[in-house]
């Protein structure tokens, strides 16, 4: 087995056996993380070839590691230093005893034809040979069938070389190889295809346009001093010089691909293909312009991910800050550089929990009080108030509800703006970060949620019906929204029983209460695309709502979270608040794609369940039902995420919201195309993919 002390010395190296003479004298490095699924079809190509495989493991927790060992692969742990660097790592390090290197990726193998002319080529003393590095063209994959138009084929790469005679220039991503010496290119294909689905192409993609601004932006300032190949230089001089400066970042990308390239030559994937790419290109301008509006100097001390935005206190009600205020940043960095003792529990303990919670019938026990608690109770001053007319401390009798996974940077703005309820409880889900020691710190108790496989009942169902609340008020917030002092005076009457509507309709059975919210997005409240209004029953009394199940949803693979389901009242209909409380979901762009991958994926599944819940559709209904009944209808339409983005833009009067509220609609338009595209993934037998595996 593979051990962490064998991670920059002696690699656990595969037996030589006596035919080892025979093989081709070229060691390929295959570099890895997670990659169970691919890395199988990868070293099939590969180990009865090659003189030295090496699998280049990035700290994987599945069976990536075991898996190469059986494949008799030499397998090296070495913690991820990024794409470029990793590899030049393995180069530099590696106990290579071969003229030749071939770098492969998992997701990547070589056909026999490929092997074959690679074969030939080693077979001649490395002297003899012109070149010093070829060219290697590649088929992609995508959802099963190759795309060989869209400007992807032919798609050459160098990635056979002489050993010492190439290296990759100093790139985060997208990195190119810098030969020194002649080149040429192969004549036969390498297959290329991520088996692991749309999820994890969109997680992909969205990593990689994250570090492609952050290049660029770079790029701009300090350009590389590299020599690249004649083609790869155009393409990059393009990239720095005149992509960024086009407007309608993506269509132009879209238009290359489809029409100019012939992605329309592969059918209903290929327009697939094209439009996911150019949400691509959209992603890395908008993700450009973000670092220079956040005042960026200097790119390359940036944190792996884009700090999210907090409200800043007292910024609550017409004023609207969007920046954490200096002095709470320090306090949170101070206290996130200590380490936290948080243990992490591996997924047959999380199971075997989730079984034995869901049988207990004695209420849980609140998480034990962490040590780093009181150092940031004394930092963060849980009683300190916002500015504004909120009530006293503790006075209301209100328990808060906010379920919670790794959210150390949104928790503090959220719960210090709830400093009035008599009640606060967080129910996290095994965090890695310090949310628990936060929320102690502000006065929460923190439950533990174990999700199982089951995947019901979710989270926030879990928390109203076995936490022992104090009070039969219970208000549900996310850890990204946060309360104004009207609303909190406005939860105050309901609570004391002196709160009455303007509007007798809208005043419900009195055990359940709709609040509005507002999404800020990119700098700005959206008031149109469909997000407002957005109202959602929060306040409730505890022992008679639950949040409805959609069809038989068990695990989608959305988490422990409810996505798009409401609560349901047992004793009426809810009625309705006149305050809004504020959302910050999106406090850049990665989280917001981030997050819409997981929810695409519930859509797919919610889709075979055809969104049979407890909230009916129907079109002369409230507006979660009218929502309901347009989302039924539109899965029946044509040239569906074209129409979404219409339907946001003009009719939803998107166009109001300028800039943001455009980048929203194309988003929401992508967001239904990766839908139909999940559901038909999930749908749909890959035949092709079965044969190739054989």
Not at 330 to 342: C, F, Y
Not at 466 to 482: C, F, G, K, M, T
Not at 489 to 509: F, I, L, Q
Request: some cysteine; overall charge positive; aromatic content about 10%.
């Amino acid at each position: 087995m593979t051990t962490q002390a064998a991670q920059e010395t002696t690699p656990t190296s595969a037996p030589v056996d006596a035919q080892q003479r025979a093989l081709a004298n070229v060691s390929v490095i295959i570099p890895t993380f997670n990659e169970e699924l691919n890395l199988p079809h990868a070293l099939k190509s590969v180990v009865d070839k090659a003189q030295q495989v090496f699998v280049v493991d990035s700290e994987s927790t599945d069976r990536t590691q075991s898996i190469a060992e059986d494949f008799g692969a030499t397998v090296v742990v070495r913690p991820w230093l990024g794409y470029a660097a990793q590899k030049n790592w393995a180069l530099d390090n590696l106990p290579i005893e071969t003229d030749w290197v071939f770098i492969l990726d998992a997701d990547e193998s070589i056909t026999p034809e490929l092997w074959t002319e690679i074969e030939a080529i080693t077979r001649k003393p490395a002297h003899e040979v012109a070149a010093a590095g070829y060219y290697v063209n590649r088929l992609t994959y995508f959802m099963g069938r190759p795309i060989r138009h869209c400007g992807f084929f032919p798609s050459y790469n160098l990635r056979f070389f002489k050993l010492g005679a190439a290296r990759y220039e100093d790139r985060s991503v997208h990195e190119h190889m810098v030969v020194q010496g002649a080149t040429a290119r192969l004549k036969h294909l390498m297959l290329h295809e991520d088996r692991r689905g749309l999820e994890h192409f969109i997680a992909k993609h969205n990593r990689y346009s994250t570090l492609e601004a952050r290049e660029l932006v770079k790029g701009q300032r300090t350009p590389s001093k590299q020599k690249l190949e004649r083609g790869i230089a155009f393409r990059r001089w393009l990239k720095y010089h005149v992509l960024p400066k086009l407007p309608i970042s993506g269509v132009w990308r879209f238009f290359y691909m489809y029409f100019f390239r012939l992605g329309f030559l592969d059918g209903i994937t290929g327009l697939r293909f094209c439009v996911t790419l150019s949400i691509y290109d959209m992603l890395i301008s908008l993700k450009m312009a973000e670092l220079r509006r956040a005042g960026i100097k200097d790119v390359e001390k940036l944190a792996p991910a884009v700090r999210a935005l907090a409200v800043e206190d007292g910024a609550l009600g017409t004023q609207v800050k969007t920046a954490a205020p200096a002095r709470q940043e320090a306090l949170i960095d101070t206290a996130l550089a200590k380490p936290s003792n948080i243990a992490t529990i591996d997924a047959d303990e999380k199971a075997k929990l989730a079984e034995e919670q869901a049988a207990a019938t004695v209420p849980p026990l609140p998480e034990p009080r962490h040590a780093l608690a009181d150092e940031l109770e004394v930092a963060l001053e849980p009683r300190r108030e916002p500015e504004g007319d909120w009530p006293a401390y503790r006075s209301v009798k209100v328990s808060v509800l906010i379920p919670v996974k790794n959210e150390q940077r949104n928790l503090i703005g959220c719960l210090r703006h709830l400093r009035w309820a008599d009640e606060l409880v967080v129910v996290d889900s095994q965090s890695t970060d310090k949310t628990i020691p936060i929320a102690q710190a502000m006065g929460a108790d923190v439950y533990q949620f174990y999700y199982s496989k089951a995947g019901w009942p979710k989270k926030k169902n879990w928390g109203l019906e076995h936490v022992p609340w104090r009070n039969e008020w219970v208000l549900i917030l996310d850890a990204d929204e946060y309360m104004t002092p009207e609303l909190a005076r406005e939860v105050e009457r309901v609570v004391n029983g002196a709160w009455k509507a303007n509007d007798p309709s809208k005043a419900g059975c009195g055990d359940g209460y709709w609040i509005n919210r507002r999404f800020m997005f990119m700098g700005r409240w959206i008031k149109g695309c469909g997000y407002y209004p957005s109202w959602n029953v929060r306040l409730l009394k505890h022992k008679v709502g639950r949040y409805e199940r959609i069809g038989t949803l068990g695990d989608t693979g959305s988490g422990d979270n409810e996505v798009h389901e409401h609560i349901t009242l047992s004793t009426g209909d809810a009625g309705y608040l006149k305050e809004e409380f504020l959302h910050y979901a999106y406090p850049n762009l990665s989280a917001w794609v981030e997050k819409h991958d997981r929810y695409t994926t519930w859509e797919a599944h919610a889709m075979n369940a055809k969104d049979e819940g407890d909230v009916t559709a129907s079109l002369f209904g409230g507006p979660i039902q009218r929502r309901r009944w347009l989302k039924r209808f539109s899965r029946k339409l044509p040239f569906r995420p074209t129409l979404r983005f219409m339907y946001g833009y003009v009719f939803q009067r998107g166009f109001m919201d300028g800039y943001p509220g455009f980048v929203m609609c194309r988003l929401l338009a992508w967001y239904e195309l990766m839908s139909i595209a999940k559901h038909r993934e999930m749908q749909t037998p890959n035949a092709q993919c079965e044969q190739r595996n054989r």
